[in-house]
């Protein structure tokens, strides 16, 4: 699964919020897009960096890898920001390392991203899972069928027409109606007679050292395990008995820390990994290409993108949306608006809010404003494309009920543009029906910021200086949401931040 790159409009909305702290991996693209309030530290740096980073920083929300989180670092985190929302985003799937008990009690929020780097899992171990010849085995087993085992199967299927999978699985997990896939529950089962074994199931009560010294026995004599799951699903004497075998290769992909910890687990058994008569493979490279860590960046960001969201509306809401019915003062700063349409007027509506003087540029068009509920920000990602038209219809519904003369046309989410353009004249917003060049454009930025909406490329930019800075790009009519109330709203912040 290749995600697209990041979209402007979710960088735009993460700018709005306060400091985050990511301290795990990061793709070269999201380091250089990412807004300035996103700090980049080192996965590897040691709790007592963290802890003081935390203290000067204060951030709203942390992205972490496979770092623990443990009762130091929340107490340090809700005693540095001992007001507002906080927020632990884990770039991948596993809460292990995570206090979660403590973090629902100093009311931190947990959100993972279960599922983004599966394909990449699964292509790594397919890759490892390859004979010499480059065929893929004629029988493989796989144990777990959560996100990583089904990208497996199906790409093992992709492969080669004739393979046959032996899957470990859980009842109700077993899905796949291919002829070619026989789902099993019991462990020896699974693994009697195998030589080319998947091993990805989550570890957890039932899973913990349940391979063990029997099960080990079960594979042939010179079978291959590509794990990703913990270590922990080996029992020590599983692990004694593949050290002292000929032919057994086990290749064990986790991050560092864990893979350390399991050098010294097989030191202190006294079957050190680089002693094993076929020493055992350790990489912590299944989730680390470049195209895995834009992935996960991108679902980072969407989830950090639906928070600011969140706090956007909630902060729009919280404030009176009156349009003003005295012009601005001659003293207030100035702004152009290009574009016409309902899109041109929400940004005059939210900039007007902000004491500015307004000017737009483009003939209006007589239409109605409505929600597009089923157009989509970008295919990747509904759930943004979603709750941008839910926060849309919140504003407008607010803007409505703060503009009474609005109210009567404001059918089924609908408001009147000749009502609302008549509110904005009396507020002291001029309207010029021409639209100025680009080189005009760029002369009136040298002197005050402009909005410049481009409806043929469905895009919103701030222009300042003669430099376009692309706010929101990519999205389908543009001018004809309630959605471009949103927008609005987030020019305004980004205007009065910067």
Not at 254 to 262: C, D, Q
Not at 279 to 302: G, H, I, M, R
Not at 419 to 439: I, K, M, N, Y
Not at 441 to 466: F, M, W
């Amino acid at each position: 699964m290749k995600l697209c790159s990041v979209p402007p409009v979710t960088a735009s909305l993460i700018a709005t919020t306060e400091p985050i702290l990511h301290i795990a991996p990061v793709s070269s693209a999201w380091k250089t897009d990412a807004p300035s309030n996103v700090v980049f530290l080192s996965p590897t740096l040691t709790k007592q960096a963290l802890l003081l980073q935390i203290a000067l920083l204060r951030p709203s929300t942390m992205i972490i890898g496979d770092q623990a989180i443990d009762a130091d670092i929340i107490e340090q985190w809700r005693t540095s920001h001992p007001f507002g929302d906080l927020s632990l985003l884990r770039r991948g799937t596993s809460l292990d390392k995570v206090r979660l008990d403590l973090c629902a009690s100093s009311h931190i929020r947990v959100v993972n991203t279960p599922g983004i780097n599966a394909p990449h899992v699964a292509a790594y171990i397919a890759h490892w899972l390859t004979l010499s010849d480059g065929s893929i085995p004629g029988e493989v087993c796989v144990l777990g069928y959560g996100n990583v085992g089904k990208a497996l199967v199906k790409l093992l299927l992709e492969r080669d027409p004739t393979v046959q999978i032996k899957v470990l699985a859980r009842s109700g997990q077993a899905t796949d109606c291919d002829a070619r896939v026989a789902f099993v529950a019991d462990w020896p089962q699974a693994l009697e007679e195998a030589d080319a074994v998947a091993i990805c199931v989550s570890l957890n009560e039932e899973s913990a050292h349940r391979i063990d010294r029997s099960l080990i026995q079960c594979l042939r004599k010179h079978a291959r395990l590509v794990c990703v799951s913990k270590p922990d699903v080996f029992s020590d004497d599983a692990l004694q008995v593949m050290a002292a075998a000929d032919g057994i290769q086990l290749i064990l992909d986790y991050g560092p820390a864990t893979l350390e910890a399991f050098r010294l687990r097989t030191q202190m058994l006294g079957c050190s990994t680089d002693a094993w008569r076929r020493p055992a493979t350790l990489t912590s490279q299944a989730a680390t290409t470049e195209a895995c860590n834009s992935d996960l960046d991108y679902a980072v960001s969407v989830q950090l993108s639906l928070m600011a969201l969140r706090g956007l509306v909630r902060r729009k809401l919280a404030h009176s949306l009156t349009i003003p019915t005295e012009p601005a003062g001659a003293d207030a700063p100035r702004v152009s608006v290009i574009g016409s349409g309902i899109n041109g007027l929400f940004q005059a509506v939210m900039l007007r809010l902000a004491n500015y003087q307004v000017t737009v540029y483009g003939v209006t068009q007589s239409m109605t404003a409505a929600p597009t509920y089923c157009e989509h920000l970008f295919p990747e990602n509904q759930r943004l494309s979603v709750e941008c038209n839910r926060a849309g219809d919140e504003l407008c519904e607010k803007l409505v009920m703060d503009n009474p003369s609005l109210e009567r046309a404001a059918e089924a989410g609908r408001i009147d543009v000749s009502r609302l353009e008549a509110l904005l004249e009396r507020s002291g917003v001029h309207f010029l029906p021409q639209c100025p060049s680009p080189t005009q454009i760029a002369e009136l930025s040298r002197d005050h910021v402009v909005v410049a909406i481009t409806q043929e490329e469905d895009e919103i930019s701030i222009v300042y200086r003669g430099a376009y800075h692309r706010i929101v790009a990519g999205v389908a009519h543009v001018g004809d949401a309630t959605r471009g109330l949103v927008w609005a709203s987030l020019i305004q912040e980004l205007t009065l931040a910067n």
